[in-house]
């Protein structure tokens, strides 16, 4: 009268060991790809902080992530940001005393009056492009933000290398742009097999930059 049972069991525990070693042997195939990209100017320097991204064939689903612009000691932090289309960015103020954040980038127009702390409802990047953020009270203060039709990008770190980490396997193009850019770099074709790493470089010329007004 007990066998029928244990042999249920048995039965279910052998067909779960299965089916972990079909997933486990078929995993490899399912693993995402890496994109490494150096980015320099014409002299050979490194280009910290420049955004690199790749925009499928296809459109991508995976939804946009929260991200946050912050005030503190009378800067933003960061410098540079890239994000999806469609992600809501917070702007917390640090400081004791009151910014007013303003954009004139066509694709985000806003004003944030004076305020301390954080704003009630955070900002929503809707179109793709450079946003270029500034303060109505410190002239000084300025950020930029990349909005782009992807969820797979990354930002240059000081030796001007950005990994683009969890891309699945397809065709894409690369895209690079950096706030000091004399002209938009060509998107490059990059096509990606499941776990591996894909390595491109960019030279890009820099435009001159104005001072920046010095903190008040």
Same mark, same amino acid.
């Not at 009151?98 to 980038?105: A, K, L, P, Q, T």
């Given at each position: 009268m007990v066998i029928? =049972?244990?042999r249920q069991r048995y039965t279910a525990v052998v067909n779960w060991f299965v089916t972990f070693l079909t997933l486990c042997v078929a *995993?490899?195939?399912?693993?995402?790809? @890496? /994109?490494?990209? @150096?980015?320099?100017?014409?002299?050979?320097a490194a280009l910290e902080d420049a955004v690199v991204w790749v925009i499928p064939k296809a459109p991508a689903t995976l939804p946009p992530k929260g991200a946050t612009v912050e005030q503190r000691d009378k800067t933003f932090i960061p410098l540079v940001s890239?994000?999806?289309?469609?992600?809501?960015?917070? #702007? =917390?103020n640090r400081d004791e005393i009151? !910014? !007013?954040?303003?954009? #004139?980038?066509p694709p985000k127009v806003f004003d944030i009056k004076l305020y301390a702390g954080t704003p009630v409802s955070p900002t929503l990047f809707d179109k793709p492009g450079e946003v270029?953020?500034?303060?109505?009270?410190?002239? !000084?203060?300025?950020?930029y933000i990349y909005v /782009?039709?992807?969820?797979? %990008?990354?930002? *240059?770190?000081?030796?001007? #290398?950005?990994?683009?980490?969890? /891309?699945?396997?397809?065709d894409y193009d690369l895209h690079?742009? !950096? #706030? $000091?850019? *004399?002209?938009?770099?060509?998107?490059?074709?990059?096509?990606?097999?499941a776990d591996e790493? *894909?390595?491109? $470089? %960019?030279?890009?010329?820099r435009r001159p930059m104005p001072p920046r007004p010095a903190a008040k």
């Open positions: 029928a =049972p244990v *995993a490899p195939s399912a693993l995402a790809a @890496t /994109v490494g990209v @150096t980015i320099k100017d014409a002299q050979g890239v994000i999806q289309t469609g992600t809501l960015v917070a #702007f =917390p009151r !910014h !007013h954040i303003y954009s #004139f980038s270029v953020l500034g303060c109505n009270i410190h002239d !000084h203060m300025i950020a /782009v039709d992807s969820p797979w %990008f990354a930002k *240059a770190n000081k030796e001007g #290398f950005a990994r683009i980490e969890n /891309v699945p396997a397809g690079v742009r !950096h #706030f $000091a850019q *004399a002209a938009q770099a060509a998107p490059t074709l990059v096509k990606l097999r790493t *894909a390595t491109a $470089a %960019f030279t890009i010329g």
